[in-house]
Each structure stands twice: as C-alpha cells, then as structure tokens.
C-alpha cells in the first residue's frame, strides 16, 4: 500500500502525540498520584441514598454557620433540581454519581467539578446574588442535553437555613441506611 509522505508524517505525528499524553497521564497518575479534580473521599455508588451523607440532598448549614449543599448526579438528573443559596457567603458542594461521569458546572461561575461514580467531589465558592443555571458538562447519554438545574442566589438577610440533620462530612462511614427515605 503506499501512503503518500504528508500522511506519513501525520499518521506519526499522530503516534507519537498520543503516546505522549497517555504516558505522562500514566506517570502523573502512577508516580505523582495525580487523579481527577476531586475530594479523595469514596462512596458506594449503588447505596448512595442510603449513605448518612447524601440521604438529604440539599442545602443545609452546620453548627459553625457554614453552608453545604449535596448533590446526587444521576441519568439525567440533579438533586435536587433546585437550589436556593445565601449571596457572599463560602458555601462548600458535595457531588456524588449514582451511575456514570457527570459534569457538575454552575453556568458563568467558577463552580465546577467532574463527578464520578464511588467518588465525593467537593469545592467551596461564593456567588453574587442572581439566577444560575446548573448543567452536567460531561457527556453522559442521550439524555446528557436535558439535565440541568436551577440555582437561585438571595441576599445572605432574605436566605434561611433549611432545618435538615445531616452528616458531617467527616463522617466517612455509610449508616447501612436505617432511615432510607429516598
Ligand atoms: Cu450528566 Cu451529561
């Protein structure tokens, strides 16, 4: 067969590209332990309603008065799909897949995280009060396009916490779902 020496060039240009990225991602996950933008924390993605720390999706704020917000991606879907947050305040998110890659994005905020299945994906922010619209930026299936949600940022004196008990993050052990209420 003869291939003409432009293709030639390109066919191994094209090796020797690809080559390069997948050895230095090997060495970069194999010597230096460097792994998806996430928190290192790890959770079962069959039982993850059933964990002490996803089984209330949503906001909620702790006894020192900081804001965290939970949520659960799935195909195709946010949870929950809508989000009222205090304006100029840190707010930590805590996303977790119960099936595939997803991609947390905060549309023109620099709220963003990969979420994976088995994986807690945490960041801290804070927004300027308005309207946000949340997307999955990670192609995850026919119905990738559709899954979206609404968060709504007010003023910190018109924003009330949502009474909800929920686990500390640091609470790393699943409960066994005792109080499954999904
Ligand atoms: Cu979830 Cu795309």
New binding site residues.
Partial sequence: MKVDLYEKIWMWGVAVMLGLFFTSTAIAALRDSVHPPSHVETIDPTRVMADARFRVPGVSMDATGHVQVRVV?M??AWLPAELTLPASTAVTFRVTSMD?A??FEIVRTDGQTMVLPGYVSQFTTTFDPGEYLIT??????VG?HT?AAKLHVVPRTQWQAPRVAVAPPAQLEATGGAHDHR
């Fill in positions: 991606g195909t195709f595939v997803h991609g999955c930026n990670e192609y995850c299936g990738h899954m």
